[in-house]
């Protein structure tokens, strides 16, 4: 299975900026990864995904605003966040799998990390 470490999570006022970087450890044979969000009270949902050969998908929400990469020799994947609104303040989780926006689709999860923006 794979093991998924995240760091970069923090407080940032509105309009600021963050990294999140998630490194990947042991082996699978899904070749996807994605970031997903959980605020209080809220339910789950999708942020982006990238596939191995860089292929990626936004929610309508961080469209523009949030860019998902990844070094495949790092076995690493990064979510820069920019324009950051007080509405994105969530757990955030890394996620390795299949390709899609649903949570089944990624078996493997982070820890989550807290990104927290304030007004």
């Known amino acids: 299975q794979v093991q998924l470490v995240e760091s970069g999570g923090g407080l940032v006022q509105a309009g600021g900026s963050l990294r999140l970087s998630c490194a990947a450890s042991?082996?699978?044979?899904?070749?996807?990864m994605g970031w997903f969000r959980q605020a209080p009270g809220k339910e789950r949902e999708f942020v982006a995904a990238?596939?191995?050969?860089?292929?990626?998908t936004y929610a309508y929400s961080v469209k523009g605003r949030f860019t998902i990469s990844r070094d495949n020799a790092k076995n690493t994947v990064y979510l820069q966040m920019n324009s950051l609104k007080p509405e994105d303040t969530a757990i955030y989780y890394c996620t390795a799998g299949l390709f899609g926006t649903r949570g089944q689709d990624y078996p493997y999860w982070g820890q989550g990390t807290q990104v927290t923006v304030s007004s």
């Open positions: 042991g082996r699978t044979f899904s070749t996807s």
């Open positions: 990238i596939t191995f050969g860089g292929n990626s």
